[in-house]
């Protein structure tokens, strides 16, 4: 053969590597695309997830504020029961798709209606002046409607349990780490009269 068709078909220099340079280019272009697509994907259903959970904590604190208005309150299993059914479980646990709103998220409280003469403000019982039993309760709604240990309405919100004096609220926890939302859940306020508060016509006044 002679030199100069040798020198035709001799590869050029570099040949051999420029296949797994560009094999390489092409696996980064890749992982930055695919990066890029799962961020996409997870913020769309992480925006869908925002939508669900601020709707789904109003009917919450709904359900809770309803449940607790016909239970007994001096009754722990009882209203406990409340706060699950409330998040829709009958256990303890997480809202689904809910994280991190559990059962002890959902705070009750009970409200006397305070009167000044000229208004009147729903004012929160403190634990050392609630009635002791519901038919207690009726007792004191009898004597004084407006008295500071007569529950007139229960109120219902999500709250942060780490803070007992005061209902802070819940920062959203999204599904993935690849998505950061800085959002802090909705209380979701719930209030509504107190019904029977679980007291049953024939019950003893307790102490």
């Known amino acids: 053969m002679s030199r100069s068709l040798m020198s035709a078909t001799r590869r050029p220099s570099g040949w051999a590597r420029r296949p797994a340079t560009q094999a390489g280019a092409t696996a980064v272009e890749f992982s930055i695309v695919v990066l ?32 607790a208005s016909k239970t007994k309150f001096s009754d722990t299993a009882a209203m406990n029961a409340v706060r699950y059914n409330a998040i829709f479980r009958t256990a303890a646990g997480f809202l689904a798709l809910g994280q ?21 403000t729903m ?36 709250c942060d349990p780490a803070n007992a004096s005061a209902c802070t609220p819940v920062h959203y926890q999204t599904i993935t780490a690849l998505i950061k939302l800085p959002l802090d ?6 209030i509504v009269p107190a019904d029977t508060l679980g007291f049953v ?5 307790c102490p």
């Open 36 to 67: 890029l697509f799962l961020t996409f994907v997870f913020g769309v259903i992480e925006l869908a997830r925002v939508v669900y959970v601020f709707n789904t904590l109003q009917e919450v604190t709904r359900r809770a504020a309803n449940g």
């Open 100 to 120: 991190p709103v559990t059962d002890q998220h959902v705070r009750i409280d009970y409200l006397s209606l305070a009167s000044d003469g000229t208004s009147m």
């Open 123 to 158: 004012t929160p019982i403190p634990g050392g002046s609630m009635p002791s039993c519901p038919a207690r309760n009726k007792k004191n709604c009898m004597t004084d409607p407006n008295g500071a240990s007569c529950i007139r309405f229960v109120r219902a919100r999500i």
């Open 185 to 190: 859940l909705p209380v979701s306020t719930a």
């Open 201 to 205: 016509p024939g019950d003893s006044v």
